[in-house]
């Protein structure tokens, strides 16, 4: 049996104590958020709710969900992530593959390229002219497509391939008659589940909370994103909070903006932290080669 020095037992403990900290201040406000989506909005407002709900409601939940421009905008979140995700996913796998390949002539000069492209680019009135003449505008498009491929994506899924897939593999299914796609499809992507659930879950995320793009492209309403919709949500309460803070008749227009506020954040969150467990394994390899292996 393996025997530790008093120097490691107090590393250990220190490290645990650390630990312990950063979660309760990772936790608190995730915590805090949901307790206040269930409780009274007048013991949040007053500061009475610190962690535990108080006079548990789901008022907040319901109003949300009658609210017809909060369904709709979510339902275009929804889309909008999958597709963008798809699209964003398709472009760094077709990318990413034959600047793997170390017979690809080139390669450095495109990779340089497009590294080039991280560090300057043209700016926001001329994408938004662009945009603008190619009629992608109040469109779903507008929003997938000038951000469609990630070059800090696209390196880190070449360096999987480069050192994550055995080249000879790839080689041996060349000499047996194999094409590049063949191999692509389904040799090299069976074997890359790892990084392919690391980049739909950083794609995904941009996604869901980007609300940027919406805003300086979309102008009708049916088409925002929920991100877009929370965003006024949260400054209209704050601008009401300052411009009526002594008016006791918006007492009760404030509370319900609150429980509203707290439900819909819950409401905006609720799919990514559901969908996190399910690539965890994955997301958590896949991080580890990327990051060791380049």
Known sequence: METRSLGDKWFEAVNIALLAMLSIVVLYPLLFV??????????????????????????????????????SSYINTIVYTVVGTAINLVMTVMAAYPLSKRDLRGRNLMMAIMVFT???????????????????TNSIWALVIPNAVSVWNIIIMRTFFQTGIPNEIQEAAAIDGCSDMRILRQIVLPLSMPILAVMILFYGVGHWNAYFNAMIYLTDRSDYPLQLIL?????????????????????????DEELIKYAVVVVANLPILALYPFLQKYFVKGVMVGALKG
């Open 34 to 71: 949901l307790s206040a989506s269930v409780s009274n909005p007048a013991h949040v407002l007053n500061g009475d709710m610190w962690l535990f709900p108080k006079e548990l409601t789901w008022a907040g939940y319901e109003k949300v969900f009658e609210n017809k421009e909060i369904v």
């Open 118 to 136: 991280m560090f300057f680019s043209g700016g926001l009135i001329p994408t938004y002219m662009l945009v603008k003449q190619l009629g992608m």
């Open 231 to 255: 965003r006024e949500i949260l400054i209209q309460g704050q601008m009401e909070q300052m411009t009526n803070a002594g008016d006791s008749s918006h007492a009760k227009t404030l509370m």
